[in-house]
């Protein structure tokens, strides 16, 4: 059973614009959110998070959104860049030190 | 920043062999590790969490005695991939905290990536 869905394995935006990237959740325990960055054969890379208390967290060019009634986060990016093309992961935390991860968008940002 | 080092990045091996994935925080002291297993095409999927001093907590579904985790210092995890056969073929990549608190960020190390011929 997938807690944590990223129903978009692919993205794809033009250089400049607005990137938007989906995450749902079903578990309602989870109360911390994260999205990591993913380039090919490397680790992911921690970009930003947000607690369930808020419901916008912004970071530069970054800035995630959580609407918890909707059990819905998106992450934006703007303006997107080509170093921005990346696999990015949603992934949650419930109490526990267990990170449960989405299956990652791929983001392709065109120059 | 937080620098977790997995050691080595490629490894082929062959069926029925034994195979080492060492994993380091560098410039801080991680009580508790995290080693993950990456499928083509799906999300991260946690094995195991490896604890300084103790056994290691493994998930549902993971085989103890074929991936044996020892977390022997406060900076050193290893994950033993023993009598390896092709369908264990993958990307594994180990995670720690650099600060207390479970909703601090996991830093991760560049994963290895293991073939099994």
């Known amino acids: 059973d997938q807690q944590v869905k990223q129903n978009s394995p692919s993205l794809s935006v033009q250089e400049g614009r607005i990137s938007i990237l989906n995450c749902d959740y079903t578990?309602?325990?989870?109360?911390?959110f994260l999205w990591y960055k993913k380039y090919p054969a490397e680790g992911p890379t921690f970009l930003i998070s947000?607690?369930?208390?808020?419901d916008k967290n912004e970071d530069g060019r970054f800035t995630v959104f959580l609407n918890k009634s909707a059990k819905h986060l998106s992450l934006h990016i703007v303006p997107s860049q080509p170093g921005d093309s990346a696999v990015y992961f949603c992934?949650?935390?419930?109490?526990?030190?267990?990170?449960?991860f989405g299956k990652g968008t791929k983001l392709t940002v065109n120059p | 920043g937080a620098v977790v080092s997995q050691h080595p990045s490629r490894v082929i091996c062959k069926s029925g062999t034994s195979v080492k994935i060492e994993c380091r925080s560098l410039?801080?002291?991680?009580?508790?590790m995290f080693w993950y297993r990456q499928f083509p095409k799906k999300s991260l999927m946690l094995m195991a969490t490896?604890?300084?001093?103790?056994?290691?907590?493994?998930e549902q579904g993971v085989e103890k005695d074929k991936f044996l985790i020892n977390h022997a210092s406060l900076t050193l995890s290893t994950l033993t991939v023993t009598s390896a056969h092709p369908e264990d073929s993958s990307f594994y990549i180990c995670?720690?905290?650099?600060?207390?608190?479970?909703?601090?960020?996991?830093?991760f190390g560049n994963g290895t990536r293991l073939t099994v011929t």
């Open positions: 995670s720690a905290r650099s600060t207390r608190g479970y909703n601090s960020p996991l830093h």
């Open positions: 578990n309602s325990m989870f109360d911390y």
């Open positions: 947000i607690s369930s208390i808020k």
């Open positions: 992934a949650a935390l419930g109490g526990s030190e267990k990170l449960v």
């Open positions: 410039d801080f002291q991680a009580t508790t």
């Open positions: 490896s604890n300084e001093g103790s056994k290691a907590t493994y």
